[in-house]
């Protein structure tokens, strides 16, 4: 999600970069230009005329054009508002209530409610370490019913059985006793969905609030959908007294439009979106964060909270300690490398998330995706094991035998092995202590060195 409307912005934002000063003309120019991004974003009307005329306001005040580089005043006139927009703060889930906490999970058909409420069970599970149950009331569709019960063996979640026979109301009545009983701490209900609003609908879902009275009341929201997904969460929270909002399908073809609509059409938080099929692809919202990354600066406090909840650690220490003893690294540790990256979303999403992924060329960054990651692993399974770990061994023969038996070309195989050889000769030059004394090198140098970069490097004193 946000790609395209990341792309605008930042083709807007070179613009700039040769400008001395700025002026009424390129002024309207650049406004012009985000104005046409958001409208291709499918951004609500109202969002972009209140967003586009705070810019406009803020920037042409002349005090602070004074003082600081027209492209650097832009680029943080336009970051703080898309903040404001996009809602200033990540909100936390409220599971301070007396137990079980209930979540209610609502939306319309099709929106990956029930696969949401998984992810969500999981997530509580795992990040807050708090014992959850999960309960459909969804009677209308027995796949529904039984698709939640498939979810929770899968993730280990306890699950409240219900059936097509009762009436939603009973089930949820009986679910909160369960819970109550087990000292579950929080209770996760799926609700039935439409394909459309409709009366029936939301009379039977206020009965079920009434009756649970929820901590939470999530609208789970198709992004895909752009701006009408604002409205459905509109017309949901007129009825419902919403408490937030999670987007899904973020990781397909969106235009960012939902995301930025969301708060002002409905004044509901968004406090999470789905980033991908898996059970862990569901990612805390948070606003200042999306806002770097759709003007190009990434997501590094993002990608890192991800590597240390996702990558083994056992694995990662495994192989430091490899190259720190001076051994080589060979196709068998790359395999294992290209799983722990799997483990951390998609290609896209990880780069998303590196600063400057803009100035990367867009032939390249096509490259970079996860049918290469693919293509990668199956060159390497056709490999036998001798060759893996000795990659030199593999001649012209050996290269027809592989391409044959991971669907490749020869040409393909011989690009990864050169790759792999540019990489082993990259991380040999870290071997040992190696890397401990290049740091040292480089703090030597910290009046040549930019504060932002010095701030990283760590203290070997």
Do not use: C
């Amino acid at each position: 999600m946000f790609s395209q409307l990341g792309d605008h912005l930042s083709s807007t934002l070179k613009k700039l970069r040769n400008t001395p000063r700025f002026t009424q003309e390129n002024i309207k120019e650049a406004v012009a230009d985000i104005r046409r991004a958001l409208i291709e974003a499918d951004v609500a009307l109202p969002v972009i005329t209140t967003f586009i005329d705070d810019i406009t306001q803020k920037t042409l005040g002349e005090q602070f054009l004074k003082q600081v580089r027209p492209e650097e005043a832009f680029i943080k006139i336009v970051q703080d508002e898309l903040t404001q927009i996009l809602g200033a703060e990540n909100s936390e889930l409220n599971l301070r209530s007396q137990k079980p906490a209930v979540i209610l999970m609502a939306g319309l058909q099709g929106a990956g409610k029930t696969t949401t409420t998984a992810k969500l069970a999981q997530h509580i599970t795992t990040q807050q370490k708090k014992s959850v149950m999960m309960v459909s009331v969804d009677i209308y569709r027995p796949a529904a019913l039984e698709q939640l019960a498939t979810l929770a063996k899968q993730i280990n979640v306890t699950l409240f059985p219900s059936s097509i026979n009762e009436k939603p109301k009973d089930i949820v009545r009986r679910a909160i006793e369960q819970a109550k009983k087990q000292f579950i701490d929080v209770l996760l209900i799926d609700t039935a969905g439409r394909l459309h609003i409709d009366e029936a609908m939301m009379q039977e879902i206020m009965e079920i609030s009434r009756i649970a009275d929820p901590a939470e009341t999530l609208l789970v929201v198709d992004s895909m959908t752009g701006q009408d997904a604002a409205n459905v969460a509109k017309t949901f929270n007129e009825r419902l007294e919403l408490t937030g909002v999670i987007l899904t399908k973020t990781d397909g073809d969106a235009r960012g439009g939902a995301a930025l609509s969301m708060r002002i059409i409905t004044g509901k938080p968004i406090k999470f979106i789905g980033t991908s099929e898996k059970m862990d692809g569901l990612d805390v919202f948070h606003p200042d964060r999306v806002a770097k990354r759709l003007l190009g600066m990434g997501d590094i406090v993002s990608l890192v909270e991800s590597v240390q909840q996702k990558v083994d650690k056992k694995a990662a220490e495994k192989i430091s300690k490899k190259l720190q003893s001076g051994k080589r690294f060979d196709f068998n540790d790359f395999v294992d490398q290209l799983h722990q990256m799997k483990k951390m979303g998609s290609m896209q999403s990880l780069m998303a998330k590196l600063p400057g992924l803009s100035a990367i060329p867009k032939n390249a960054a096509e490259m970079m995706d996860d049918k290469a990651l693919v293509q990668m692993e199956a060159i390497i399974q056709s490999m036998t094991k001798k060759e893996r770990r000795f990659p030199a061994l593999i001649n012209g023969s050996r290269k027809q035998r592989i391409s044959k038996g991971s669907g490749t070309s020869i040409q393909e195989v011989g690009k990864l092995l050169k790759q792999f050889e540019k990489t082993q000769k990259m991380l040999q030059r870290f071997g040992g202590n190696k890397m401990e004394k290049r740091l040292k090198q480089l703090q030597q140098l910290k009046g040549q060195l930019p504060s932002e970069l010095l701030a990283q490097l760590p203290n070997l004193d």
